[in-house]
C-alpha cells in the first residue's frame, strides 16, 4: 500500500490481522430508523464493519467504521454492533480495537443514536481493565466519538488523515482552523490526548500489531514476548546516559525495543512498555532535567494505573531534583504529585525503581520509592539521595559560618563536600535498608531481569 492511499474499512481490517483470519459478525444488521426517508438510504453494516480475528496467533475483536456509509454515523444499530463486540470480548477476553473513521452522531436517529452513544461509553467503563482497549483515529473522531476514543487504554493518530476534536476548530471561540488546527495530531499529541501518533495508515495497523503482542490478552494472564536477547546481556557507558531516559530505557529493553506512549504531552516524564527477557513491563522514568511537573505526573498516574490493572511489571528510573516552578505550577503541583504517589503506593504488581541520578526531597520520595512500597530498588554507583542538592544543603545549614569565613566559596565548597558524605552517598541510604544495592550502571539490564525471576514474572 502506497503512503498516500486511504484503504476502505474492510481493508483496513484485512491490512491488521493476519491473513484470512478475520470473521465477520453481525454484517447484516443495518438501520431499522424510517424518519426522514432513512427507508430509502443504503448502509451497509449499518456503517461498521464488526468481528474478530489473529493478531500474530493472538485472538482480538476489531470494529473499523466505514466512512463510504453514511459517512460512518453513529445510529441506533450501529452502536448496539459495537457495544455487542465489546461484550464477546469481555467473555472471551482478549483485546478490541476500534478503526475510527466517523462523522459523528447520525442526526436523523436523534435520540435514539444517543442512546447508541451511552451503550458504548457503558461497554467500555465494564472492559476496562478486564481487556486491552485500543483506538486508532484513522480519519474524522469528532463530539461524542472522541469521547468514546478516550475511554480506550491506548490510542493512536495518523497525523496525515486524522481528527480528533470535540468542538471542530473554528466553533472554538477566537480560532480559525488556518490560526491553529486543534484537531491535529500534534496539537492533541501535546494535550495527551494521543498515545502515539504515526505517519499514514500502515504504521497506525503496524504499531497496532507490535502492541497486541506487548499487552496481555486480557487482565487474568501474563504477556510473554519472544526476543532474541542475551539475558545477561551488558550496557558499556550506560552510566554516560543513564538520566536521558529514552536513550536508558532503549539500551535496557529486550532487542532495543521501547516504544514510548504520549511522547510531547509532559516531556519531564517519560513512559512506555518493553520487555526484559520476554516479559512485559512498563517503564516509568523522569527525563534528564530531573523536575517533577504536573503534566508529568499525571501521565506516570495513569499509565501506572493501567500497568496494575493489567498485572504489569512497573520499572521507574529515578532521577528526581525536584519540581517545576511556575504561577501556574502551583496551582495544581502538589495534587498532581499526590495523584502519582497513590497511584505507585496502591499498585499491587511488582515494582522496582532504580535511583540513576539524583534523587532529592520529597520528588524521590513520589517517585516510586521504598517508602511509598517498591518492593526492589536499586542505585547506580555515584547516585546521590538526600533532602536536597549538598550546597543548597550547607547554604542552610551552615550559613553564619559560610559569611564569616574569610574565602566563603572554599567555606561552601567545603561544608557541601562534608554533608554530601554524610547524607547524600546511595550508600548511606543503602545502609538504613532505604536501597537494596548499589550496582554498575553496565548490570543495570540483568538486575531488572534477575528481579523479574525473583518475582516469579518469568
Known amino acids: ?21 478475520f470473521v465477520e459478525i453481525g454484517g447484516l444488521i443495518t438501520k431499522r430508523n424510517t424518519d426522514f426517508n432513512m427507508q430509502e438510504k443504503a448502509v451497509p453494516a449499518d456503517g461498521v464493519i464488526t468481528g474478530y480475528g489473529i493478531v500474530d496467533s493472538n485472538l482480538v475483536y476489531i470494529y473499523s467504521q466505514d466512512v463510504t456509509a453514511m459517512n460512518g454515523s453513529v445510529g441506533e444499530m450501529h452502536a448496539k454492533k459495537i457495544a455487542a463486540l465489546y461484550d464477546m470480548a469481555v467473555k472471551a477476553g482478549a483485546p478490541i480495537i476500534g478503526l475510527i473513521d466517523c462523522a459523528g452522531i447520525r442526526v436523523q436517529e436523534a435520540v435514539d443514536a444517543l442512546a447508541g452513544f451511552g451503550e458504548i461509553y457503558m ?30 487504554d491506548i490510542t493512536l493518530m495518523d497525523e496525515e488523515k486524522g481528527r480528533l476534536f470535540v468542538n471542530s476548530p473554528n466553533a472554538v471561540e477566537g480560532n480559525r482552523v488556518e490560526k491553529c488546527d486543534t484537531a491535529a495530531a500534534d496539537f492533541q499529541a501535546e494535550a495527551g490526548n494521543v498515545d502515539i501518533v504515526c505517519r499514514n495508515e500502515a504504521e497506525v495497523l503496524e504499531n497496532i500489531r507490535t502492541l497486541i503482542t506487548m499487552l496481555p490478552a486480557n487482565a487474568g494472564v501474563a504477556a510473554e514476548v519472544e526476543n532474541s536477547d542475551d539475558k545477561n546481556r551488558l550496557l558499556p557507558g550506560f552510566d554516560q546516559y543513564a538520566t536521558e531516559a529514552g536513550k536508558a530505557l532503549s539500551q535496557i529493553a529486550d532487542d532495543m525495543k521501547f516504544i514510548e506512549l504520549k511522547a510531547e504531552y509532559g516531556k519531564e516524564m517519560v513512559i512506555g512498555l518493553m520487555s526484559l527477557d520476554g516479559v512485559t513491563v512498563g517503564a516509568i522514568a523522569n527525563a534528564k532535567e530531573g523536575i517533577l511537573s504536573t503534566a508529568g505526573c499525571k501521565k506516570a498516574e495513569q499509565f501506572t494505573y493501567f500497568c496494575d490493572a493489567f498485572g504489569i511489571p512497573i520499572i521507574t528510573l529515578t532521577n528526581a531534583a525536584g519540581y517545576a516552578s511556575s504561577m501556574e505550577e502551583e496551582k495544581t503541583i502538589s495534587q498532581a504529585v499526590a495523584d502519582m504517589t497513590y497511584a505507585f503506593a496502591s499498585a499491587d504488581v511488582p515494582k522496582i525503581n532504580v535511583i540513576t541520578g539524583k534523587a532529592y526531597g520529597s520528588a524521590y520520595v513520589a517517585m516510586n520509592s521504598k517508602h511509598v512500597g517498591a518492593d526492589l530498588v536499586l542505585a547506580l554507583e555515584g547516585a546521590k539521595i538526600g533532602v536536597m542538592d549538598a550546597k543548597a544543603a550547607a547554604q542552610i545549614m551552615y550559613e553564619d559560618e559560610i559569611i564569616k569565613a574569610g574565602d566563603t566559596k572554599a567555606a561552601l565548597e567545603e561544608k557541601a563536600e562534608e554533608f554530601d558524605k554524610k547524607q547524600c552517598d546511595a550508600k548511606v541510604a543503602a545502609g538504613r535498608g532505604y536501597v537494596d544495592n548499589i550496582i554498575e550502571g553496565e548490570a543495570v539490564r540483568k538486575h531488572l531481569i534477575y528481579a523479574m525471576q525473583m518475582f516469579g514474572m518469568r
Request: aromatic letters at 0%.
Open 1 to 21: 500500500m502506497s503512503d498516500t492511499a486511504k484503504l476502505s474499512a474492510r481493508e483496513r481490517i484485512e491490512n491488521l490481522v493476519d491473513a484470512n483470519s
Open 123 to 152: 461497554a467500555k467503563v465494564k472492559a476496562s481493565g478486564v481487556v486491552p482497549q485500543i483506538s486508532a483515529i484513522l480519519g474524522s473522531c469528532g463530539g461524542g466519538v472522541a469521547i468514546s476514543s478516550k475511554l480506550s
